[in-house]
C-alpha cells in the first residue's frame, strides 16, 4: 500500500511531474462541473461583451461558473472579472434581507419585504399626489417632478421595460440610467 | 480594449495573427498598448485634432474612396449660403446665440430651393440643448430633405466635401504635434496605415469606449471618426466600422428600452410639453417623412396598444396624452440639483450608486441627504444606501446622521444567476439567461419589485383622472412560484409584438399605424418570432458561419452588421470577393449575403422613387443608410446636433492650455451649472496645472459593488492609486508606494502613488503638459474587502450639450505629496484650492 504513495514512488526515483505526482485521492478526484445538479446557460454581468457563461449548481448552491465553449462570442473564456463571478453570487458581503433606516436614524432596523412593498407604495402614491402637476405654463404635462429613478445598466431589458412603463403612467419623468452616465 | 473588454480582445488578436495593424491610442500605456503595432499616447481631450488631421489627409491627397462616398454619403449636398463655418467666425458657427448658449441650426440646412424649413420644424440646436434631443437619433435620423440639391462633381465650393475640406484644413500634423503631443512621423504612420487598408479589397475598424463620450463634445468625437469611416468607405461593411465597446452587461438594451427620461423604447421622443399638442402634432416634428424613420406613427401606436391595450383607440390617440411631458433637462444631474433644491422628494436607485459612481460625489450625496425618501435595490449595502451613517460629509462634519431626515429602504436584489431575462451586449446582441436557482432570503429580481410594486398601486388606485393611465395600463402578467414571479418570457413577448391575430410578430416591417398590432419596442420586434424565445437560441459557433445568425438574437431584425447595403457596390455587386457580404441576386431578384441584409429584400439597386414617396419608398436602391430621412450616411449634419454641424476641437472645460485654433476656448453650448454645488477649475489655472484622467482597471467593475466585495478581485488590486510619470513625482516630491493628494476644485482624496512610464509627459505648445491617470473603483462601502476615497468626487459637472454625458476623461487637478487632512482642516484646504 505505502509503494503507492507518491512521495515514496517519487523518492524511488519516479518523475515526480508525470505519473508518480497521482495519488489515489487525485485520481478519485472529479471536477465540480461533472457532479453538478444543474446546469444554467448564462451571460456574465460585467462588461458588455456579452461572454457565455455556464452556472453549475449542487445542493441548492452555486458550485461554480465557466465560460461557455459553445458561446461564438467568447468561445469559453472568461477574463478575470467573469471568472470570479461565483463570488459575486455567493460572497458573505451580500445583503439578503431588507433593511430600513427611519428618518433622523441612526441605526438600520430590520423590516419584512411584504411591510416594506405596503411602505413603499404609501410613500409613492402620497408623494405622487402632493407633487402633481397638471399644467406647466399653460401646457398639460400630467406629471409629477417629486419621484426620480436611476437604474443601473446591468438590469434586464425586461426589467428596464416595466420600469418605464410604471413610471411613464405613474408620471415620473426624471428617469434616468447608467447609459447617461 | 485589453483592459476592460479582455474576452472581445481576442478577436483583435486574431485580426493580429491574420495580418492586421493595431493601432492604440490612448493617454496611458496599458496592456492593449502592449499587444498593439503602435502606441501613440495622446493628451486627454484633444481627439478631435487627431481624428481631423486624418479627415484632412485623406481629403488634401484625394485618398477617398470616391465611388462610395459619391454613392453612398451626403460629400455631394449643397449647403445654405447662410452658412458659417467655424473659420469664419473664430471658433463659432453660424447661428450662436450667446445670451442662451444655444444655435438656431437654420443656416446650417441644406441648399434648397424652397429655402429652409419654418423654424418649429427644425431639429437640433436649441431643442436638443433643452431636452438632450440628439438620443432619439439612435436609431431615426432628423428630417432633411430626401432629394437635396446636388453637385456630383464635387468642386461646388458649397458642397459638402468642399466644405469639409476648407473646415479641416488646419487640422495638420504638426498640429497634432504641438495639442495632442504625438510625433509627425507616428502620425504620418497612422495615417498611411488606414488609408492603405480602406477601399473595395480592405476595410478599417474604430474602436471606442467612454474615452471618446464622457467630454463635454463627446458627440463630436463620434462624428468626427464617423466622416473619417465615411469618407474611407467602411461603414456598413464587414471588418469596418465605429465600435462602441460599452461598459454594462444590458447598457445598449438599457438605451433601446430606456430608462431614459427623455426617450421612449426604440428611441421614440418623449412628448414635449411646448413642442406637441397631440399625436399627430407630435408625429409631424419628430423626423421626417422618407426612409425608415418615416413610419413611426406604426412604431409609436403599437407602443401605446402595448401599454394601455383596449384603452388606447384611433379616437383618444391611441392614449398618447397619457405620456407625461417634458419640458427641458429633466436628466441625472438636473435631478440631483432638484433634490438639493428640495422639489425632488423621493428617489429610486436600483443597480447603482450615485454616491461614489456619479460625478461630482458630493453633490450626489447632499442631494441623497435632502430627500424625504429614498429605495435603494442593489445586491450588497451600496455607499448610496449608507451615506447616512458612513458618508464622508460626516467626518467633516458638514452632515450629522440624525440631521438627515432621509428614509432609506433597501431591498437585497437577486444576482443574474437568480433570474431569467436578456442582456443586450455591446453589439445589439440579445442574449437570454436562464435561471440557475431561487435567490436567497427576501433578495427579488428588480422585475419582481417593479411588477408588484405596479400590482399594489393599482389596488390603491382612485376614480381620480390622474390615476386613470395606471387603471388602464396593461399589467397582467403570469406570475410563477411561491414567490409569485413574473414571467420574463412574457415581458419580453410583449417588447417583441403581437399582430392582430395576437400571435407574435416576426419583424418591425409588420407594425401597423392603425392600432392592430401591439410592441413594446419595435427594434425589438421579432424577438419573439414563431412563438419561439429567439434570444434564447444557442447554436454553437463552431457550427455556423463567423457571423453566427442562429446565436441569439440581434437588432433590428437579426443583422449583425447595420447598414450592411453599403457593403455591396451601387450596383448590387459586392465591391471585392475578399469583401463581400451582402448582394443583389439578379436571378432570384432580391438581397441575399452572409447576413440578414439591411435593406428591403426586394428593392433592386436601380430602384428610383417616384415622386411624393414616402417612408422606405422614398429612397433609392442605391440608398443604404435606410434610417436616415435622404439614405446618406452624413458627412455635414445639416440638423439633428446641438453643437454644429461638423466637429471643431475645443478644449475641455478645464484645460491648462489654449484652444490655439479658435478664439472659443471649449464647447460654446456645453452644459454648465453655474451653482455653488458646482464649482469649477479656471481654464489654464496654475493652482491645477495637471490633466486628471479616470479609467477602469481590469479586476474591477464600476465604482466597486460587483468587485470590490469578492476576494479575489480585491486581492488582485487591493488599494486606489494614481499613475503618475518619475518627472511628474520628481516634480512634485511623490514617492512610489507613498501616498499622494489629488486636488480639484470639488474635493481632495488620497491615493497611493505608482511611478510609472506608463504615463508619459507630452509636449504640447512647447511645454511639458503632465497626466495623472486614476481609476475610480474605490468607495467607503459596499461591502468591499478593499475601501478607497472616491475618485469621481474629483470630477466636474459639465456636459456635452447633447446628450449630458458628464465630461470625466479630462480635467485639470493638483498633486500634492502625502495623505489628505481630515475633518474641518479638509474643508479648509479645499477652500483655499477653490479660491486661490
Known amino acids: ?181 | 480594449m485589453a483592459e476592460c473588454h479582455p474576452v472581445g480582445f481576442q478577436w483583435v488578436m486574431e485580426a493580429k495573427a491574420r495580418g492586421a495593424k493595431v493601432f492604440h491610442v490612448d493617454p496611458r500605456f496599458t496592456r492593449t498598448s502592449a499587444m498593439a503595432d503602435a502606441y501613440l499616447p495622446i493628451r486627454a481631450g484633444s481627439d478631435i485634432v487627431l481624428l481631423g488631421a486624418l479627415i484632412n489627409h485623406v481629403l488634401g491627397n484625394g485618398l477617398d474612396f470616391r465611388e462610395y462616398v459619391l454613392a453612398y454619403t451626403n460629400a455631394a449636398t449643397l449647403v445654405s449660403e447662410d452658412f458659417q463655418d467655424t473659420e469664419e467666425l473664430d471658433g463659432l458657427f453660424s447661428g450662436f446665440d450667446p445670451e442662451t448658449r444655444t444655435y438656431d441650426p437654420a443656416s446650417w440646412s441644406y441648399d434648397e430651393d424652397g429655402g429652409p424649413e419654418p423654424d418649429e420644424r427644425r431639429e437640433g440646436g436649441r431643442r436638443h440643448a433643452e431636452a438632450a434631443g440628439a438620443d432619439r437619433y439612435g436609431s431615426g435620423g432628423a428630417a432633411a430633405p430626401s432629394r437635396p440639391r446636388t453637385d456630383p462633381t464635387l468642386s461646388d465650393p458649397r458642397c459638402v466635401y468642399q466644405i469639409l475640406k476648407r473646415h479641416f484644413a488646419r487640422y495638420t500634423p504638426e498640429l497634432v504635434e504641438r495639442m495632442c503631443g504625438i510625433r509627425e512621423a507616428d502620425f504620418a504612420e497612422l495615417a498611411e496605415a488606414i488609408t492603405a487598408n480602406s477601399g473595395r479589397e480592405r476595410t478599417t475598424a474604430w474602436v471606442y469606449s467612454v474615452g471618446w463620450t464622457q467630454h463635454t463634445v463627446g458627440a463630436q468625437y463620434i462624428r468626427t471618426a464617423s466622416i473619417l469611416q465615411l469618407l474611407l468607405g467602411n461603414m456598413g461593411r464587414p471588418g469596418g466600422g465605429i465600435m462602441a465597446l460599452r461598459g454594462h452587461a444590458s447598457i445598449q438594451g438599457s438605451t433601446d428600452i430606456p430608462t431614459l427620461f427623455n426617450i421612449l423604447p426604440g428611441y421614440l421622443s418623449m412628448p414635449h410639453a411646448h413642442r406637441h399638442e397631440g399625436l399627430d402634432d407630435y408625429l409631424e416634428h419628430e423626423g421626417g417623412e422618407t426612409g425608415f424613420w418615416g413610419n413611426r406613427r406604426a412604431y409609436l401606436v403599437s407602443l401605446l396598444k402595448a401599454w394601455w391595450g383596449e384603452a388606447a383607440t384611433e379616437a383618444n390617440d391611441f392614449c398618447f396624452d397619457y405620456l407625461p411631458r417634458m419640458t427641458g433637462d429633466h436628466g441625472h444631474y438636473t435631478t440631483v440639483m432638484n433634490q438639493i433644491d428640495g422639489t425632488v422628494k423621493g428617489y429610486f436607485v436600483v443597480g447603482e450608486n450615485p454616491a461614489v459612481g456619479s460625478s461630482g460625489g458630493r453633490a450626489q450625496r447632499f442631494g441623497l441627504a435632502n430627500l424625504d425618501w429614498l429605495v435603494v435595490r442593489d445586491l450588497t449595502l451600496v455607499e448610496t444606501a449608507t451615506f447616512w451613517r458612513d458618508g464622508p460629509e460626516l467626518e467633516t462634519g458638514e452632515l450629522r446622521t440624525e440631521d438627515i431626515a432621509t428614509e432609506v429602504f433597501f431591498l437585497p436584489a437577486a444576482s443574474h444567476v437568480e433570474k431569467e431575462g436578456t442582456f443586450t451586449n455591446t453589439q445589439r446582441l440579445l442574449q437570454w439567461r436562464e435561471k440557475a436557482l431561487d435567490p436567497p432570503g427576501d433578495c427579488r429580481s428588480d422585475l419582481w419589485f417593479y411588477y408588484h410594486l405596479g400590482k399594489r398601486i393599482r389596488q390603491r388606485l382612485t376614480e381620480d383622472e390622474i390615476d386613470r393611465p395606471l387603471r388602464e395600463l396593461t399589467w397582467d402578467y403570469p406570475e410563477e412560484g411561491e414567490r409569485a414571479e413574473p414571467l420574463a418570457t412574457a415581458v419580453l413577448r410583449e417588447i417583441g409584438g403581437v399582430g392582430p391575430d395576437g400571435r407574435a410578430l416576426s419583424a418591425y416591417t409588420q407594425l401597423r399605424p392603425d392600432g392592430s398590432t401591439r410592441c413594446g419596442c419595435w427594434i425589438y420586434c421579432g424577438v419573439y418570432a414563431d412563438e419561439v424565445n429567439q434570444a434564447a437560441r444557442r447554436r454553437p459557433g463552431r457550427e455556423q458561419t463567423p457571423v453566427a445568425p442562429e446565436w441569439g438574437w440581434a437588432w433590428p431584425a437579426n443583422r449583425r452588421i447595420l447598414y450592411n447595403r453599403a457593403s455591396a457596390d451601387p450596383e448590387g455587386r459586392p465591391w471585392s470577393e475578399r469583401k463581400a457580404f451582402v448582394w443583389w441576386d439578379e436571378d432570384r431578384r432580391e438581397w441575399t449575403g452572409l447576413d440578414v441584409p439591411d435593406f428591403e429584400t426586394g428593392k433592386p439597386p436601380d430602384y428610383l422613387p417616384p415622386e411624393g414617396a414616402k417612408a422606405q419608398d422614398a429612397l433609392a436602391g442605391t440608398d443604404p443608410f435606410i434610417m436616415q430621412s435622404d439614405g446618406k450616411g452624413w458627412l455635414y449634419a445639416p440638423l439633428g446636433l446641438a453643437d454644429g454641424p461638423m466637429p471643431a476641437h475645443y478644449e475641455p472645460h478645464e484645460s491648462p492650455v489654449r484652444n490655439p485654433l479658435y478664439r472659443q476656448q471649449a464647447n460654446p453650448a456645453r452644459r454648465i451649472y453655474r451653482r455653488p454645488d458646482s464649482p469649477y477649475n479656471p481654464p489654464e489655472s496654475p493652482r491645477f496645472p495637471y490633466v486628471l484622467t479616470t479609467y477602469r482597471l481590469t479586476e474591477h467593475h464600476t465604482a466597486g459593488a460587483m468587485s470590490r466585495p469578492l476576494a479575489y478581485l480585491a486581492e488582485l488590486q487591493p488599494e486606489l492609486f494614481c499613475e503618475v510619470s518619475p518627472q511628474l513625482a520628481a516634480e512634485v516630491g511623490l514617492v512610489n508606494g507613498g501616498w499622494a493628494t489629488i486636488v480639484t476644485s470639488r474635493s481632495l482624496i488620497e491615493a497611493r502613488v505608482l511611478v510609472t512610464g506608463r504615463v508619459r509627459p507630452l509636449r504640447v505648445q512647447d511645454r511639458v503638459i503632465h497626466q495623472v491617470g486614476l481609476p475610480y473603483h474605490w468607495g467607503w462601502g459596499s461591502g468591499g474587502l478593499v475601501t478607497g476615497d472616491v475618485a469621481n468626487d474629483l470630477l466636474p459637472i459639465v456636459l456635452d450639450p447633447n446628450v449630458y454625458i458628464q465630461e470625466s476623461k479630462a480635467m485639470t487637478c493638483h498633486v500634492r505629496p502625502g495623505r489628505r487632512p481630515r475633518g474641518q482642516a479638509l474643508l479648509d484646504l479645499m477652500e483655499e484650492y477653490r479660491y486661490g
Open chain 1, 1 to 181: 500500500m505505502f509503494s503507492r504513495w507518491s512521495l515514496i514512488r517519487q523518492l524511488r526515483g519516479e518523475d515526480g511531474r508525470r505519473d508518480a505526482a497521482r495519488s489515489a485521492r487525485t485520481d478519485a478526484l472529479r471536477p465540480r462541473t461533472e457532479r453538478a445538479d444543474t446546469v444554467a446557460r448564462s451571460v456574465c454581468p460585467y462588461c458588455a461583451v456579452g461572454c457565455g457563461q455556464l452556472v453549475y449548481v449542487k445542493d441548492g448552491r452555486v458550485s461554480q461558473i465557466e465560460g461557455d465553449p459553445d458561446s461564438p462570442i467568447s468561445r469559453g473564456r472568461l477574463c478575470p472579472k467573469g471568472s470570479a463571478s461565483k463570488q459575486l453570487v455567493t460572497h458573505p458581503g451580500r445583503q439578503t434581507h431588507v433593511l430600513y433606516r427611519r428618518p433622523h436614524g441612526t441605526e438600520w432596523e430590520p423590516l419584512d419585504l411584504d411591510t416594506a412593498m405596503e411602505m413603499i407604495t404609501d410613500r409613492v402614491l402620497r408623494t405622487r399626489r402632493e407633487t402633481w402637476q397638471q399644467t406647466d405654463e399653460g401646457k398639460v404635462v400630467r406629471r409629477t417632478m417629486g419621484i426620480a429613478g436611476m437604474g443601473g445598466a446591468t438590469l434586464d431589458n425586461e426589467e428596464n421595460y416595466l420600469m418605464k412603463k410604471l413610471y411613464t403612467a405613474l408620471g415620473a419623468i426624471q428617469v434616468e440610467n447608467q447609459a447617461r452616465i
